[in-house]
């Protein structure tokens, strides 16, 4: 499986501020995906990352808030904007997925909102 | 009605006896189911794949699947104080995006 690696590993913010979070894959994939889970809770996708284009969001999640980029096949961004301590949660990467393809997933970035 | 949605928990079972997770999934075209396994603080682990009827068996996990009953399950057996995490399962649906259960917390005893 793919190497996922995802910066920062966590941070503290204030509120109102943005943070951008980076996903490096070490070997070119078509999808990449990117999932919020809030404390306690389970996994919920935001967006899947597309190459080339933008984004798709899932229902509750908008592009002015959770902006993502792919500039690449290994390479991803999403940044949380105007951050409120509602937003404190870990953000996952994963690469994967289709049919049958598994989704492998990155270390996370733990985020608090102050 | 949730998509994935797992027998609530926590379970807490004694080192070596046999933990048993159950998994619901409402979408009936959906052909590809997974266990992963979180520990406190970390991100999901793939534990096991299934995508056909039965069982499949990877060391001391066994996946069973029954798509006429919309039913997946795990076995762990021999359980570790290792194997205590949350256990999530997880459903691509028919657009092709993976669906969580809520997740079963799992404490072996030792």
Redesign the interface.
Known sequence: SAVISQKPSRDICQRGTSLTIQCQVDSQVTMMFWYRQQPGQSLTLIATANQGSEATYESGFVIDKFPISRPNLTFSTLTVSNMSPEDSSIYLCSVGGGVSDTQYFGPGTRLTVL | QKEVEQNSGPLSVPEGAIASLNCTYSDRGS??F?WYRQYS??????IM?I?SNGDKEDGRFTAQLNKASQYVSLLIRDSQPSDSATY?C?V?TND????????TTVTVRA
Do not use: N
Request: glycine fraction near 14%.
């Open positions: 052909q590809s997974f603080g970390k991100s999901p682990e793939l794949s995508y999530l997880a691509i092709y995006k993976l669906s969580f259960g809520a997740g």
